[in-house]
């Protein structure tokens, strides 16, 4: 009991010690190329900091979509610009070919806000209590994709369409659902997937050759 108790206040004073949920500086342009990893990255010297780190234009550019899925993401995230180091947010550009669909998949930690800037979209996702939530969204419509859950994008329309993300982690980081099952590297045992679509081996060895990138 006593230690139980000992235990506890340990992890109060701890908490009460390091944990600030805040940023405690203006900016930290992130040092991308230090090996200080501090959930995040460590920030640029200060005077070497310019006008030019807070703005981005990777997103200017429309996404290749000629792939499998029809579409292409587009990430600003901190990897792609240091600025957003400690900020807690990051964006997304994604184009889709008429058709195309950016797969079932989650961000293990961001919540999502997803607008349409061109075309429409069918944006759907599932909650853990499996009820699908989907709805088409026309341009300047935004939907909201609550943080973890599976969700996907999908073109139904003959044209191109483009979206515009915006999530609250400089790096939301993606799980996507068919591909991390099917073509995780080193492979996940066979059993595993027969057992959980309860399909065959046979089966397994399609969708896998399916999904694999080809070189
Ligand atoms: C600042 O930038 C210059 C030129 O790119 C580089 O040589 C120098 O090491 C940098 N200084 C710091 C403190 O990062
Ligand atoms: C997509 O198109 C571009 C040029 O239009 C080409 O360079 C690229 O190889 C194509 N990619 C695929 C996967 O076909
Ligand atoms: C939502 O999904 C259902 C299938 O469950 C589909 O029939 C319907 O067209 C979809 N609705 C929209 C608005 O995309």
Not at 15 to 35: F, H, K, N
Not at 136 to 163: M, S
Request: hydrophobic share 40%; glycine share 8%; aromatic share 8%.
């Amino acid at each position: 009991m006593a230690i139980i108790v000992a235990l506890f206040v340990l992890c109060a004073m701890f908490s009460g010690t390091y944990a600030d949920p805040d940023t405690l500086q203006d900016i930290c342009v992130a040092d991308l190329t230090s090996d200080m990893k501090a959930n995040g990255y460590a920030c640029k010297n200060a005077e070497n900091v310019t006008a030019a780190d807070f703005v981005f234009d990777g997103l200017v550019k429309a996404g290749m979509t000629n792939n499998t899925m029809g579409s292409l993401v587009t990430p600003a995230n901190v990897q792609k610009w240091a600025a957003l180091n400690t900020q807690g947010v990051s964006m997304a550009r994604i184009d889709y070919a008429p058709g195309g669909m950016n797969p079932p998949h989650s961000h293990p930690r961001a919540t999502e806000l997803l607008t349409v800037l061109e075309g429409e979209l069918e944006v759907g996702f599932f909650t853990t209590g499996n009820v699908f939530i989907n709805h088409t969204l026309t341009k300047g419509g935004i939907v909201l994709y609550p943080r973890g859950l599976i969700h996907f994008q999908k073109n139904n329309a003959d044209v191109p369409a483009v979206a515009l993300s915006a999530f609250n982690s400089q790096l939301p980081g993606t799980q996507n659902t068919a591909f991390t099952l099917f073509t995780s590297s080193p492979s996940v045992s066979d059993d595993v997937l027969t057992k959980a679509f309860q399909i065959g081996s046979k089966e397994v060895k399609m969708i896998r050759s399916k999904l694999t990138p080809k070189k």
